[in-house]
């Protein structure tokens, strides 16, 4: 609706998620998904999350915290508004 709420901050901070551990920006066009979190959500349905991680990382980095910063991203980044965690429930 345009207006700032909290959730929309909520929103912001998963995709401020997404784009650290995806290495890609959340506009980027990804194939067929026109954004990142879009990207990210098919990667999660086919149980794939970690190919979401990029790849400049090599095998740098504990799978476990990728997933759950992911994860995290994910549900911060819910469509429906009302679904996103609240700031206390992030923290």
């Known amino acids: 609706m345009g207006e700032a709420i909290e959730l929309s901050d909520v929103y912001a901070f ?4 997404l784009e650290v551990v995806c290495g890609r920006r959340l506009w980027t066009k990804n194939g067929i998904y026109k954004s990142l ?3 990210v959500w098919a990667w999660n349905r086919t149980e794939r999350l970690f190919e979401a991680v990029d790849n400049r990382l090599e095998e740098d980095y504990i799978v ?3 997933q759950r910063v992911l994860l995290l991203g994910l ?3 819910d469509p429906t508004a009302s679904e ?3 700031t206390q429930e992030i923290v």
Do not use: Q, T
């Open 37 to 39: 979190v879009d990207w």
């Open 84 to 86: 996103r965690p609240k």
């Open 14 to 17: 998963g995709a401020i998620l």
């Open 75 to 77: 549900a911060c980044s």
């Open 64 to 66: 476990e915290e990728a």
